[in-house]
């Protein structure tokens, strides 16, 4: 598990929670693509790209839009993940034709 990373005020300097979208010292407004990526938000990323893979691509966009390094390699184990689940269910789905093929032929065979 990744430790809490703080973000500083990029006006006053002063530490501020990463979960924060205000400084608590001056009020400034963090823009979101500058927080880093929580651990929930990479288990999601990652659970959606493995077992709902097209609807992985949208944290694919959106940990890349945020620029920082760590929503980069998010995004990028993401669009991994992605190809891999969609590559196996590709491979499950013709496995499934070529057996039903196969059953469909033998029942022509036996004259059924």
Not at 42 to 59: E, H, K, N, T
Not at 63 to 73: E, W
Not at 79 to 87: D, E, Q, R
Not at 93 to 107: C, D, K, P, V, Y
């Amino acid at each position: 598990m990744d430790l809490p990373v703080k973000t500083f005020c990029p006006a006053c300097g002063q530490a501020a929670g990463p979960a924060d979208n205000f400084c608590p010292h001056c009020g400034k407004e963090f823009k979101s693509h500058a927080l880093p990526v929580s651990f929930y938000g990479q288990v999601a990323a990652y659970a959606v790209s493995l077992f709902l893979p097209p609807f992985g691509l949208w944290y694919v966009v959106k940990y890349l839009r945020r620029g920082n390094p760590q929503a980069k390699r998010v995004a990028i184990i993401a669009a991994i993940l992605t190809a891999i689940s969609i590559i196996y269910t590709i491979y499950l789905f013709i496995g499934i034709i070529n057996s039903a093929t196969q059953s469909i032929n033998e029942l022509n065979s036996l004259g059924l």
